[in-house]
């Protein structure tokens, strides 16, 4: 294959990735999607910026801005390691269409991996690292060195991004393969930076390896270019290998051991509906993976927030804290509420009530879910972190005023879940989604620190729970309502979860 076809295929392949983003059906049904990811990208580039500008005014005594920064190092890659789990898939679930042409599939390989390190998320952390660079660095090593540590760091990432494609290839087989990087990580930060304080040599390092950035040291960017090249091969090799699962989609289907849960069956038909519920969360993928992740999320934050002082000075996010790890399950969940029915929509409309008994099984079983929170909660309490009447106002919060309105995306959610499909491509969030979604995080948690600050605790913490034992106690009039507006759109919905089934 020579060089000009060679070029000219890589344009191509270029061009078709950027089409099928434009093309998706979800965009081009919802145009206000576009705009609100355009928003979101701009508010999130201006908040690094603006901690960027912060972070290089800021005097660190002894160390320079840059030296703390470098020398954290680890935290960005960990974080940046983690994030890429919502957006990034593998070149394997992209080549598919590709294979029916006449092109080499290591070719295909090649093209789709180097697009991936030439990746424009790779610059994205550039929004925080560039105006903290401008005012931290070129004072002390120029615009020479500005522009050597900035492609330093673009060569971390690059290499990340491929660190992070092994894992994510590995997590379509278990996704205990991704305790692996945890463990990693936490070993290297442990033995780093904590196991004794007076040699931190993961700091002291990373803040040597800044500065080789900054007087462009051939050996440092070397170094980490020869990993990525290592990363690479070993990440062809693996893409190679389940290329061929992932076009033919080979299912291993394991018997299951039905299991009766005949203690649902004196609630009848809303009963049955929770028992689909459990199993669905127990046997679908993503369903599964939604739920553990919710779960592990507030399990972490209730640890931290009870052994550690992180939060201790900060009432803010102490309420934040309190409050996330009572809505961050069913915000998970009750996002896509609805959007598993798509699969079948058209048999669950053959009887009208089922729908509205559907959303009562829905609602139950969530509120029952609220329980392990409150049990991770009860570490902060004997901690004394947190008072209990705080842990049961936030719980019946969420379940009085949160969850109702999460359950109003029943009436506009039209995009069916991919139950089987990976986690990134079982769906995408819509405008409602993701406006919903951050309200249920983001309006609670102001309302509740209002109370505290006009208050006190104990207060905000009854008025929570006041309110929250209210719109539970009222859940059949809501619920009731939102079925009649469910029915009312019926048509529409049932059209955009049939269109988006066939697409997919």
């Given at each position: 294959?020579?060089?000009?076809r060679?070029?000219?295929?890589?344009?191509?392949?270029?061009?078709?990735?950027?089409?099928?983003?434009r093309?998706h059906p979800?965009?081009?049904?919802?145009k206000?999607?576009?705009?609100?990811?355009?928003?979101?990208?701009?508010?999130?580039?201006?908040?690094?910026?603006?901690?960027?500008?912060?972070?290089?005014?800021?005097?660190?005594?002894?160390?320079?801005?840059?030296d703390?920064?470098?020398?954290?190092?680890?935290?960005?890659?960990?974080?940046?390691?983690?994030?890429?789990?919502?957006?990034?898939?593998t070149?394997?679930?992209?080549?598919?269409?590709?294979?029916?042409l006449?092109?080499?599939?290591?070719f295909?390989?090649?093209?789709?991996?180097?697009?991936?390190?030439?990746?424009?998320?790779?610059?994205?952390?550039?929004?925080?690292?560039?105006?903290?660079?401008?005012?931290?660095i070129v004072?002390?090593?120029?615009?020479?060195?500005?522009?050597?540590?900035?492609?330093?760091?673009?060569?971390?990432?690059?290499f990340?991004?491929?660190?992070?494609?092994?894992?994510?290839?590995?997590?379509?087989?278990?996704?205990?393969?991704?305790?692996?990087?945890?463990a990693v990580?936490?070993?290297?930060?442990?033995?780093g930076?904590?196991?004794?304080?007076?040699?931190?040599?993961l700091?002291?390092?990373?803040?040597?390896?800044?500065?080789a950035?900054?007087m462009?040291?051939?050996?440092?960017?070397?170094?980490?270019f020869?990993?990525?090249v290592?990363?690479?091969?070993?990440?062809?090799?693996?893409?190679?290998?389940?290329?061929y699962?992932?076009?033919?989609?080979?299912?291993?289907?394991?018997?299951?051991?039905?299991t009766?849960?005949?203690?649902?069956?004196?609630?009848?038909?809303?009963?049955?509906?929770?028992?689909?519920?459990?199993?669905s969360?127990?046997?679908?993928?993503?369903?599964?993976?939604?739920?553990?992740?919710?779960?592990?999320?507030?399990?972490?934050?209730?640890?931290?927030f009870?052994?550690?002082?992180?939060?201790?000075?900060?009432?803010?996010?102490?309420?934040?804290?309190?409050?996330?790890?009572?809505?961050?399950?069913?915000?998970?969940?009750?996002?896509n509420?609805?959007?598993?029915?798509?699969?079948?929509?058209?048999?669950?409309?053959?009887?009208?009530?089922?729908?509205?008994?559907?959303?009562?099984?829905?609602?139950?079983?969530?509120?029952?879910?609220?329980?392990?929170?409150?049990?991770?909660?009860?570490?902060?309490?004997?901690?004394?972190?947190?008072?209990?009447?705080?842990?049961?106002?936030?719980?019946?919060?969420?379940?009085?005023?949160?969850?109702?309105?999460?359950?109003?995306?029943?009436?506009?959610?039209?995009?069916t879940?991919?139950?089987?499909?990976?986690?990134?491509?079982?769906?995408?969030s819509?405008?409602?989604?993701?406006?919903?979604?951050?309200?249920?995080?983001?309006?609670?948690?102001?309302?509740?620190?209002?109370?505290?600050?006009?208050?006190?605790?104990?207060?905000?913490?009854?008025?929570?729970?006041?309110?929250?034992?209210?719109?539970?106690?009222?859940?059949?009039?809501?619920?009731?309502?939102?079925?009649?507006?469910?029915m009312?759109?019926?048509?529409?919905?049932?059209?955009?979860?049939?269109?988006?089934?066939?697409?997919d």
């Amino acid at each position: 294959m020579n060089f000009s076809r060679t070029k000219l295929l890589y344009k191509l392949i270029r061009k078709n990735q950027k089409l099928a983003v434009r093309r998706h059906p979800m965009l081009d049904q919802n145009k206000a999607m576009k705009i609100f990811i355009y928003i979101m990208a701009a508010f999130w580039a201006a908040y690094l910026m603006f901690f960027g500008i912060m972070f290089g005014s800021i005097d660190f005594g002894a160390f320079e801005n840059f030296d703390m920064i470098d020398g954290g190092m680890i935290w960005f890659l960990v974080l940046d390691f983690y994030l890429r789990f919502t957006m990034q898939e593998t070149p394997a679930q992209e080549i598919k269409p590709y294979k029916l042409l006449p092109i080499k599939q290591n070719f295909l390989l090649n093209v789709f991996l180097i697009r991936l390190g030439l990746r424009g998320y790779n610059l994205f952390w550039f929004f925080f690292l560039l105006p903290f660079g401008i005012l931290a660095i070129v004072k002390f090593y120029g615009l020479l060195g500005l522009l050597g540590w900035l492609f330093g760091w673009w060569l971390l990432f690059v290499f990340n991004s491929y660190w992070y494609l092994i894992f994510r290839t590995l997590n379509q087989r278990s996704w205990l393969y991704l305790l692996i990087p945890t463990a990693v990580y936490a070993a290297v930060i442990y033995f780093g930076m904590f196991h004794d304080s007076g040699n931190q040599w993961l700091f002291d390092g990373c803040v040597q390896l800044g500065r080789a950035f900054c007087m462009w040291n051939w050996w440092s960017y070397l170094c980490i270019f020869a990993v990525i090249v290592v990363l690479f091969f070993i990440n062809q090799r693996m893409q190679r290998a389940c290329v061929y699962r992932e076009i033919a989609q080979v299912e291993h289907v394991e018997k299951v051991k039905s299991t009766e849960m005949s203690f649902l069956n004196r609630f009848g038909i809303i009963g049955e509906f929770m028992k689909l519920e459990i199993k669905s969360t127990m046997r679908n993928k993503v369903v599964r993976k939604q739920f553990l992740t919710g779960a592990i999320c507030t399990l972490v934050f209730c640890l931290l927030f009870a052994f550690t002082d992180v939060y201790d000075d900060m009432t803010f996010m102490r309420t934040y804290i309190c409050v996330y790890c009572f809505a961050c399950l069913g915000t998970i969940t009750l996002t896509n509420v609805m959007c598993m029915e798509g699969n079948y929509i058209d048999f669950l409309m053959s009887r009208k009530e089922s729908v509205l008994q559907l959303l009562k099984a829905k609602y139950y079983f969530n509120c029952l879910m609220l329980l392990f929170p409150l049990l991770f909660s009860i570490a902060p309490i004997v901690e004394g972190k947190i008072l209990f009447i705080e842990a049961l106002g936030c719980m019946f919060f969420t379940s009085g005023a949160i969850f109702p309105f999460l359950f109003q995306l029943a009436v506009y959610n039209n995009q069916t879940l991919q139950l089987n499909a990976q986690i990134t491509k079982s769906g995408r969030s819509t405008k409602h989604q993701m406006i919903f979604s951050l309200a249920a995080l983001l309006v609670p948690m102001l309302i509740m620190y209002i109370l505290i600050v006009v208050f006190n605790v104990e207060v905000a913490s009854w008025v929570m729970l006041v309110i929250g034992l209210l719109g539970t106690g009222l859940s059949h009039v809501w619920l009731r309502n939102i079925y009649h507006r469910f029915m009312i759109h019926r048509y529409d919905n049932m059209a955009g979860f049939r269109d988006s089934l066939n697409h997919d």
